[in-house]
């Protein structure tokens, strides 16, 4: 079965990567735009604001706190054909119901974060990963790094880009991108009128925070929320990180969210993640902070939620 999405994110993929000019005059222009004091909390070079938190641990380590179980994880009985449609389909699996889709102007977006338990049922559904286009053939297993998890309501961390956009689109949704459909470049991911993701943060561009125009040490789960503890917070449970709308939470802090937002098609072309995470200080927990990682990239403290299409 054809899968047009595929092809319609090739496309945008590649007319994005064949402007490099835009692009990186985009990328200079949205750095612009970030608030005041953007950058490393050590107030470091003039790329802080698109290097990671020097507060985060190291890229690609993952959690001590869940060993993982190899001899549980797949679901043989299952198997015998791969998905290559939406869930709710025949050999694709139920649609998660944990995700409420919050309606937004012209789009609608997860209340929260992907959480484990839903990606179980992802991963249970058995997708091919043949069916993931050029841009992910490299990518042949959507299992995180580290799984099983123990929490199902903890959000879905340790996953690629990939595996994100192939979650979002399993479940009938894309990955958070373009409000007119696709991808936005990355000089569009700051413009509300052009970015699902950057106009929820932001209610429609009217604060840089999602919460208000105020950084707010106690609103969500970040470092300095309990600077005791960095530990995950299960999904859509913080009602202080409910934000900028009734049912929508955690759009800073918690972990980064991936989105459709890259700069090429290949593995180590980057891709942007939003909003900080449960170890960010406040110059990476805005709406406008720009943190570019390599599409193959997995962190325990990166996740994604998805957007309508
Ligand atoms: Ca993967
Ligand atoms: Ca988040």
Redesign the pocket.
Known sequence: MPNPWFQVNEDASTSGSASDTSTSAGASEASSADPPGSGSEDGGSSSAAIASSSSEPAPGTTSTSDPGDPGSSGDASTGDALCDDLCGTPNCGDCPSDNAMIAFDQFSIHAHEVSNASYQQFLDAHVDPASQGLACLW?D???PTTWPVADGQLPVVN??W??ARAYCHWSGHRLCGAILGGPTTVAQAFKPEFDQWHHACTKAGTRPFPYGTQYDPSACNVHDFDPNKDALVPVGTLSSCEAPLPGLFDLSGNVWELTDTCTGDGPDDTCLRRGGSLYSLEPDLGCYIKSPKPRKDVYHYVGFRCCSL
Request: net charge negative; charged share 40%; proline share 0%.
């Open positions: 990518n297993s959507f299992e996953v690629d990939c595996d």
